[in-house]
């Protein structure tokens, strides 16, 4: 059983940054790959970006590819998600997940078995 907090969602404005952080409670947190996903009003939820177990390998939607950067610390059991040059279309309700398979890292929504609460970042023009 894994459970996952996010936190450090807010409103900021375009250009801004924000970072997004994930605690992971439960099963040995560096034994397994952690994505961010988010969904916007109206729309499907959607991958943002994911890290393998060891921080090894990490990829990224054309969308956020070289403003955003996630990055894992094993020994805190947290993931985080720096997301800077916000743009108003970045706006959505970001989710951290696990994917519980060992040695898996994938950019698959239904592969990922655990998902946080969410926490809603806002980005005005």
């Known amino acids: 059983q894994v459970q996952l907090v996010e936190s450090g969602g807010g409103l900021v404005q375009a250009g801004g940054s924000l970072r997004l952080s994930c605690a992971a409670s439960g099963r040995t947190f560096s034994r397994y790959a952690m994505g961010w996903f988010r969904q916007a009003p109206g729309k499907e939820r959607e991958f943002v970006a994911a890290?393998?177990?060891?921080?090894?390998?990490?990829y990224y939607a054309d969308s956020v590819k070289g403003r955003f950067t996630i990055s894992r610390d094993n020994a805190k059991n947290t993931v985080y998600l720096q997301m800077n040059s916000l743009k108003p279309e970045d706006t959505a309700v970001y989710y951290c997940?696990?994917?519980?398979?060992?040695?898996?890292?994938?950019?698959?929504?239904?592969?990922?078995?655990?998902w946080g609460q969410g926490t809603q970042v806002t980005v005005s023009s």
């Open positions: 997940a696990a994917d519980l398979t060992f040695g898996r890292v994938t950019v698959q929504r239904n592969a990922y078995d655990t």
């Open positions: 890290i393998s177990w060891s921080g090894g390998s990490t």
